[in-house]
């Protein structure tokens, strides 16, 4: 049987995306979620084809365009993953479409093709390995979301939430930037393989090594949204289309996490930088759920959590555990895409305020179940995905005896108890303020079931995706070199 390169999963989907883009401009009299529809079959047939791939002869020492980019195991699971999302996402579009119908008529038809060109941009991330191919990736996944941030034009909050992280965002590309810059002026290189062979050297500038290493942990810090760069995350997550902010919370925090543990295997040899990560990740998950606490309105909420859930993946990360970490982001991506898959369907109807989900449960039963379930693996409840997502995070800061760490992530969950369940009170507990019933579409009542069913089955059985993921032996050189 002959294999498919790995680079071609790319080249298909951006031709994909760009021949959507083209043709939707020039036939403004088809329905435009017929691009939607075209879009999701497109990936699909590009996520079967992830599972024919062709075995990476090269290596990653080749030469030319390529050595920029690897396809080892840790990449190919993230192309899947990144398709799943970009998909899911699609399917949500189709649902909020009459909202961006109504606000703007326009740019429908670049509503549903942008999602693609993130999608291959954020492909290109997770197999980079270079820093000139890192940068590039960046760049087309968050120019592509500072478009579909503020796609409805006359809406002012979306632009507001367009021009803050286009600001921010253009503020965190400076810092990477200047930072690949010093680790270029001290090693030569920007390959993260010759690089981490120059500080295991010891012939490299140690000071200004570890200063370069900083600006670019400041740079990714805010495609993570970590403290102290997470500034811009209440106010893009409240205003921009909820579908885009599910993207971003997904798809972009698993790129960008991804990116983060290559870069941060070279990094870490340098003096400090373990404990600074550290230190971000305490007061990322501090700082997330505090915030989360007080907030009435469910986009916000959602987004404040996304900073808690940031600090928890990073606790993986300080423990170099990419098993647990890549298992969390499995976890998050289906609880959290049920919660906004539910609340599409939803505030389309009412609103955003956590109030306007009262007695769901009487009007939509269905809808009202998968949230519970969403907010209850969000929360890290037994029985749920999320449990053993947060469940692999403690075990590996406990083996590596991050005291600090795990005390403040066991308190902080707590305070997720509080602002998850705010939400089930509502649709349980509270009497409905309107009784009119929610239609579900066919396709996105089976996103839906399959969320619920994938957030269940690795709640109770979680092996068979903890099997899937194949720790990387790199992770485990590195953290015997730290340990010594």
């Known amino acids: 049987m ?87 996402v699609l399917v949500m579009m189709i649902d909020y479409a009459p909202t961006i ?13 942008l999602p693609l060109l993130t999608c291959a941009g954020l492909m290109y991330l997770v197999s980079a390995i270079d820093f000139v191919f890192i940068f590039i ?36 590309t400076a810092f990477l930037v200047y930072g690949i810059t010093w680790i270029f002026g001290v090693t030569g290189e920007t390959n993260l393989q010759r690089i981490a062979a120059a500080f295991s050297s010891g012939k490299v500038e140690v000071y200004a090594a570890t200063f370069g290493a900083v600006l670019v942990l400041v740079g990714l810090g805010f495609k993570i949204a970590a403290v102290p760069f997470q500034i811009w995350v209440p106010d893009v997550y409240q205003g921009a289309p909820t579908p885009v902010t599910a993207f971003l919370s997904v798809g ?31 007061l990322t998950v501090v700082y997330g759920n505090l915030a989360a606490l007080p907030q009435n309105n469910l986009k916000r909420l959602l987004g404040y959590s996304s900073i808690a859930h940031a600090g928890y993946l990073l606790i993986g990360v300080v423990c170099l555990d990419g098993r647990a970490v890549t298992f969390y982001l499995s976890a998050y991506l289906l609880m959290t895409l049920l919660s906004f898959a539910v609340m599409i369907l939803v505030t389309q109807q009412t609103g955003e305020e ?36 947060k469940f692999f995070i403690f075990a590996s800061a406990i083996a590596q005896q991050q005291t600090a760490l795990v005390v403040a992530g066991i308190v902080t969950v707590a305070c997720g108890f509080y602002y998850y369940l705010k939400v089930v009170r509502a649709m349980y507990w509270q009497p409905a303020s309107k009784g009119d019933a929610i239609t579900v579409s066919i396709l996105s009542r089976a996103i839906i079931i399959l969320l619920i069913v994938g957030t269940i089955v690795f709640g109770v059985y979680p092996q068979p995706l903890w099997n899937a993921i194949k720790p990387q032996r790199a992770n485990v050189a590195l953290k015997t070199t730290l340990n010594r």
């Open 2 to 88: 002959i294999g498919i390169p790995a680079p071609h999963l790319e080249i298909d989907v951006l031709i994909l995306g760009m021949a959507i883009l083209l043709f939707e401009t020039f036939a403004a009299k088809i329905n435009k979620k017929t691009f939607a529809y075209a879009g999701i079959v497109g990936l699909t047939l590009v996520l079967i084809a992830t599972f024919f791939l062709a075995p990476d002869q090269s290596g990653q020492g080749a030469t030319g365009l390529w050595s920029f980019y690897t396809a080892d195991a840790l990449a190919i699971y993230f192309k899947r993953f990144t398709l799943v999302t970009t998909i899911i």
């Open 101 to 113: 119908r109504n606000a703007e008529t326009s740019n429908l038809g670049e509503f549903f093709s």
């Open 137 to 172: 990736s960046l760049e087309l996944v968050t120019i592509s979301f500072f478009v579909l941030v503020s796609v409805p034009r006359r809406n002012q909050i979306a632009l507001e939430a367009g021009v803050k992280y286009l600001i921010l965002g253009a503020l965190s």
């Open 252 to 282: 972009s925090k698993a790129a960008g996490f991804v990116v983060l543990f290559r870069v941060l295997q070279p990094f870490l040899m340098l003096p400090n930088m373990q404990r600074l990560v550290a230190l971000l990740a305490l």
């Open 354 to 389: 956590i109030s306007n989900f009262e007695g769901l449960a009487t009007r939509a039963p269905f809808l009202a179940f998968a949230m519970l379930l969403g907010m209850a693996s969000l929360a890290g409840l037994p029985l749920t995905a999320g449990f053993f997502g």
